[in-house]
């Protein structure tokens, strides 16, 4: 990747980081290349534990599942949290502080929300508040409850 992409304290630049990968498509690839088997070893490792084997099922976090599909094939049901993409936009800039162009290129990258709907099995609407958000995570626990715990 880069000397140019370390902070002086020897950290990755996040920023310098988000600015290569989202103009230039071979470094993204590359970081790709060097960050997901990485992570997939790490989470094959963390589904192998008894504790998670003998789970009545197990929520594998994957922010960019679709655009990847480097999960979709460990997963029986694929679950997405939904929100409206203004809604998107502002949680990123608030978390991120990134301003509006960034955001909406980071969020052009991914697939529209249309397609992620369809791809879903199920789906959590998180644009209405907690209560909301209790009420649609507690009723997809219990349909998840009554699946079973998939072979691993």
């Not at 997901?36 to 790490?42: A, D, G, M, N, Y």
């Not at 589904?47 to 929520?59: E, I, K, N, Q």
């Amino acid at each position: 990747m880069g000397a140019d992409l370390i902070s002086p304290d020897g950290s990755l630049d996040r920023c310098a980081t988000r600015q290569r990968v989202f103009s230039d498509k071979a470094a993204k690839s590359q970081l790709e290349s060097i960050l997901h088997p990485l992570i997939s070893e790490e989470v094959e490792a963390t589904l192998g534990t008894s504790v998670v084997r003998l789970a009545p099922y197990t929520l594998l976090v994957v922010p960019l599942l679709f655009e990847t599909n480097s999960y979709r094939a460990r997963a029986r049901r694929t679950l997405l949290v939904d929100c409206a993409v203004s809604t998107q936009l502002e949680r990123v800039r608030r978390r991120s502080g990134l301003g509006v162009d960034e955001t909406k290129r980071i969020v052009a990258a991914q697939l529209p929300r249309a397609v992620k709907l369809q791809l879903a099995d199920e789906v959590i609407w998180n644009g209405e508040g907690l209560t909301a958000l209790g009420v649609q995570t507690d009723r997809i626990h219990r349909f998840y409850m009554q699946q079973g715990a998939p072979e691993v």
